[in-house]
């Protein structure tokens, strides 16, 4: 643990090299709120940080940058989240007041919104819905040959797919399906529900079931969106690294791991070479699980340059997967 000058000096040196993205030297550091010493002895700490591993030198500067171990203790003993900028609370309390539409436009644009709220690369993950079990199953009229399955979740999730029917189908006729549909996937397991509904014997019914169960079938796959890619581009100094970092967020797989794993050791913020994935070991994520009814249902994350704003990011995620998670449980959120 660091006694109190140096942690004080450690915070200053954060601070102002987030703020600036420039080598600090001992003469600013020398002046911040908390320190109030001479440059001389500011120096002698530096060295004495920089010899623990807090911070590093760079070649072209006699100013100090951190480490990843100095953001490290910085965000583990020296931060907490942030308050929202009452712009960006105004704005985040908007967006979901007045969101509508399917699940997927509601995350896509979810990640857009946090990724102009924080100016970092956003991405959330989807509720996975071979964890939810079905709460009802309905087929709605659109037309005499179109009709709309929408299928309630556990975990508040409403799902809708648009179907063609094989001939003319009387509300009545629609009725007997969702009935028959309600009979035998409340319940059951989202993924597994389609596959339990047996054929009724009436050749129409069955017909309209098996394109209702169908089109459900096509959805069994965790998502992830990602938002606000070029932002990252502004972030780093060299070619490769912002090539490197925009690569990876194109694989789906490694980001869905990334916030899977940092959650699954108790973490909010990995910094560095911390979460493992080595094209982005100039790269910090905070994330925050979405949960309803008391059931983790997804996640909503920032990455962004280690020299992040670590208050700011934590609270925007928090407040955001807050939010997310309390519009899931509406349920009517993803009506389409």
């Known amino acids: 643990m660091l006694d109190e000058r140096k942690t004080a000096i450690l915070r200053a040196v954060v601070q102002e090299y987030i703020a600036?993205?420039?080598?600090?030297?001992?003469?600013?550091?020398?002046?911040?709120p908390g320190v109030q010493v001479s440059s001389a002895t500011v120096r002698n700490e530096m060295a004495v940080l920089e010899q623990e591993g807090y911070l590093a030198q760079p070649h072209t500067s006699a100013g100090r940058v951190p480490t990843d171990k100095g953001y490290r203790f910085y965000v583990d003993h020296m931060t907490t989240p942030g308050r929202l900028e009452?712009?960006?609370?105004?704005?985040?309390?908007?967006?979901f007041d007045t969101a509508h539409g399917?699940?997927?436009?509601?995350?896509?644009?979810?990640?857009?919104?946090?990724a102009q709220v924080t100016h970092h690369a956003a991405l959330v993950v989807g509720p996975p819905a071979q964890t939810a079990t079905v709460r009802s199953a309905q087929v709605v009229s659109?037309?005499?040959?179109?009709?709309?399955?929408?299928?309630?979740?556990?975990?508040?999730?409403?799902?809708?797919?648009?179907i063609e029917l094989p001939i003319d189908t009387s509300d009545v006729r629609l009725a007997a399906v969702t009935a028959?549909?309600?009979?035998?996937?409340?319940?059951?397991?989202?993924?597994?529900?389609?596959?339990?509904?047996?054929a009724t014997g009436d050749r129409e019914l069955d017909q309209v079931c098996e394109s209702a169960t169908t089109a459900l079938g096509r959805r069994h796959d965790e998502s992830v969106f990602v938002g606000g890619a070029a932002s990252m581009a502004a972030a780093f100094d060299t070619v490769d690294t912002v090539r490197s970092v925009l690569r990876t967020l194109e694989q789906q797989y490694v980001m869905v791991s990334l916030v899977r794993d940092v959650l699954n050791r108790g973490l909010t913020v990995?910094?560095?070479?911390?979460?493992?994935?080595?094209?982005?070991a100039a790269c910090s994520v905070v994330v925050s699980p979405v949960v309803v009814d008391g059931e983790q249902v997804g996640t909503v994350g920032v990455?962004?340059?280690t020299r992040?704003?670590?208050?700011?990011?934590?609270?925007?995620?928090?407040?955001?997967?807050?939010?997310?998670?309390?519009?899931?449980?509406d349920g009517g959120a993803v009506n389409g």
Do not use: K
Request: aromatic share 2%; no cysteine; proline share 6%.
């Open 20 to 32: 600036t993205a420039q080598p600090v030297g001992s003469t600013h550091v020398a002046n911040a």
């Open 308 to 329: 992040m704003d670590y208050p700011q990011a934590l609270a925007t995620v928090e407040a955001v997967s807050d939010r997310l998670g309390r519009r899931l449980s």
């Open 102 to 114: 399917r699940l997927e436009e509601l995350l896509h644009q979810t990640t857009n919104l946090l």
């Open 270 to 280: 990995a910094i560095g070479a911390e979460h493992g994935i080595e094209p982005l």
């Open 180 to 198: 028959h549909l309600q009979a035998h996937m409340v319940g059951r397991a989202r993924d597994r529900a389609g596959d339990a509904v047996p």
């Open 86 to 95: 009452p712009v960006a609370q105004q704005r985040v309390g908007q967006f």
């Open 142 to 162: 659109l037309s005499p040959r179109m009709a709309t399955v929408v299928v309630v979740l556990s975990n508040g999730v409403v799902e809708n797919e648009v």
């Open 303 to 305: 990455l962004g340059p």
